[in-house]
């Protein structure tokens, strides 16, 4: 019962994954059937993360109250919705408005499960968790692009939208599991709301959230204008920058699978510090003009990245109390999508209006500021 409730919630996170790289993956086809400039992905984009950044502090008081498994049943079935809205539309602002019920919707499930998995789990469950966030980043890329060569862009849309409502009908099968985990309940539930004010008050959180914030917008700018970036300064044509957006979520996909085998030895902090050195390298890479080295630097941004996300998250009870843990994740995970939402466009400003030769440069700085703020909240923590 006990892996198979694991296994569920790998699904689900699978399903998280899945709508993450479409929008990256299909936008240079998307902005010429619109009609709309490059950096307008960035307004999708920012929409969405706004949605996610509402969910995520509002996660700690919804999850308290309803619990974790009818909060990712229930936030699932919206992104299905939501998805398969982005199949029917025929014009750039409905792609916003559908933008806002996905965005609401992958916020809850990104808060309610890392939490759940960070109390109940060990580290390299949580490297796992987000391997498999990858495997349904990784999948997606090649259905929208399958549906480029083959159909048109929105059917990639709607076979994922389908994919999602089959993960919501097993989260609906298999509700009995999460009784698992019952006596720790209270732990999850029944503890006092802790509050935006609450956890800022709290030594180190505010470098946390800053650390988290810039490792979210180095990964949403690679996320996302990788194809555009292959395809703009490589020379590589449109449907095959498509498959090739998959690289950066190979590199984290096969990263967080291994890192799974090596966090618990290493440690959170001492992981997130190694994976960003390594992604900096990788950032190196794709400012060499050779296609091929540009690739490759793309799989070893995802390389880098791999440990980061999962380790600062699973390392929050420990560094600041399991009874503070929900509440401070939210707020972690509001702090992602602001970087997630302002950054990527605010890259495609320079992008439209500089050049976007600059990505490296960009994606270098946050990496850095990324490493300076682990540091000093492992300091302040140790203390």
Not at 243 to 251: C, D, N, V
Not at 313 to 335: C, K, L, R, V, Y
Not at 336 to 348: D, E, I, K, L, N
Request: with cysteine.
């Amino acid at each position: 019962m006990y892996l198979l409730l694991l296994a569920v919630i790998y699904l689900a996170f699978i399903g998280l994954g899945l709508p993450d790289s479409l929008l990256g993956s299909a936008w240079p086809t998307i902005r010429v059937e619109f009609g709309v400039p490059l950096s307008y992905m960035g307004m999708v984009s920012m929409i969405i993360s706004g949605g996610t950044i509402f969910s995520g502090l509002m996660s700690e008081r919804i999850t308290k109250k309803f619990g974790t498994r009818i909060v990712t049943t229930v936030s699932t079935l919206l992104t299905a919705v939501a998805l398969l809205g982005f199949s029917t539309t025929t014009d750039f602002y409905q792609m916003c408005l559908w933008a806002i019920p996905y965005g609401l919707g992958a916020g809850a499930i990104d808060a309610a499960l890392n939490n759940y998995v960070a109390l109940y789990y060990n580290s390299r469950h949580m490297s796992w968790l987000h391997c498999f966030w990858g495997v349904g980043t990784i999948i997606s890329p090649y259905i929208m692009s399958y549906a480029l060569t083959r159909t048109v862009w929105t059917n990639g849309y709607r076979m994922v939208s389908y994919l999602q409502f089959s993960i919501v009908v097993v989260l609906l099968l298999t509700f009995p599991l999460w009784k698992i985990n019952k006596g720790n309940k209270e732990i999850e539930e029944n503890t006092e709301v802790l509050g935006l004010k609450g956890a800022l008050k709290i030594k180190g959180v505010p470098y946390l959230l800053t650390g988290f914030f810039a490792y979210c917008a180095a990964e949403a700018t690679t996320m996302l204008w990788a194809s555009s970036y292959l395809e703009g300064t490589r020379g590589v044509s449109k449907d095959k920058a498509a498959a090739l957006g998959a690289l950066f979520f190979i590199g984290i996909t096969v990263g967080r699978f291994l890192a799974g085998f090596i966090t618990d030895k290493l440690g959170d902090n001492r992981s997130i510090r190694i994976g960003t050195a390594i992604a900096l390298f990788g950032v190196i890479c794709t400012a060499i003009p050779i296609e091929i080295v540009t690739m490759m630097g793309f799989i070893i941004i995802g390389l880098g990245c791999a440990p980061v996300y999962p380790c600062i998250i699973h390392s929050t009870p420990a560094n600041f109390g399991a009874e503070n843990s929900q509440g401070i994740i939210g707020i972690q995970m509001a702090s992602a999508y602001v970087g997630s939402t302002f950054m990527p466009p605010f890259f495609g400003l320079i992008a439209n209006y500089v050049d976007l030769k600059l990505m490296p440069l960009y994606l270098a700085f946050f990496l850095i500021l990324l490493f300076i703020m682990i540091a000093k909240t492992e300091k302040v923590c140790k203390h």
